[in-house]
C-alpha cells in the first residue's frame, strides 16, 4: 500500500472531443479540448471514485490517452474550485 491520501487531484486524457455539458456526469471534473482530446481534471474523492470515472470513459467508447495523478496544491487553505481562501 502507497500511503496515497484522498481526495486527490486527477488528470485524464481522453482521445476526443467532450463538450462541457459531461462535466456533471465526469463528477464535476473540468473539461479543456486540446486539439482532438479532452483533458478532464479536478479532485477525486477516492480510489473507487477514480474507477468510476474511468469507467465511464471506456463505456463512451474513448481511449484513455493518460492518467495522471497531481500534486495537492501548495497553498491547502486555498479553495481548489474556487480559488479562494478559506
Known amino acids: ?3 496515497a ?5 486527477y488528470e485524464v486524457r481522453v482521445d476526443g472531443v467532450l463538450d462541457d455539458r ?3 456526469w465526469f463528477d464535476g471534473l473540468r473539461i479543456e479540448h486540446q486539439g482532438g482530446q479532452t483533458l478532464l481534471s479536478g479532485v ?3 480510489q473507487p471514485a477514480l474507477h ?3 469507467d465511464k470513459v471506456r463505456d463512451m467508447g474513448l481511449s484513455i490517452m493518460a492518467v495522471r495523478r497531481l500534486p495537492p ?3 491547502p ?4 474550485v474556487t480559488g479562494r481562501e478559506g
Open 44 to 46: 477525486v474523492a477516492d
Open 1 to 3: 500500500m502507497s500511503g
Open 5 to 9: 491520501t484522498w481526495p486527490a487531484r
Open 22 to 24: 459531461w462535466s456533471d
Open 52 to 54: 468510476g470515472i474511468l
Open 73 to 75: 496544491p501548495e497553498d
Open 77 to 80: 487553505d486555498r479553495n481548489e
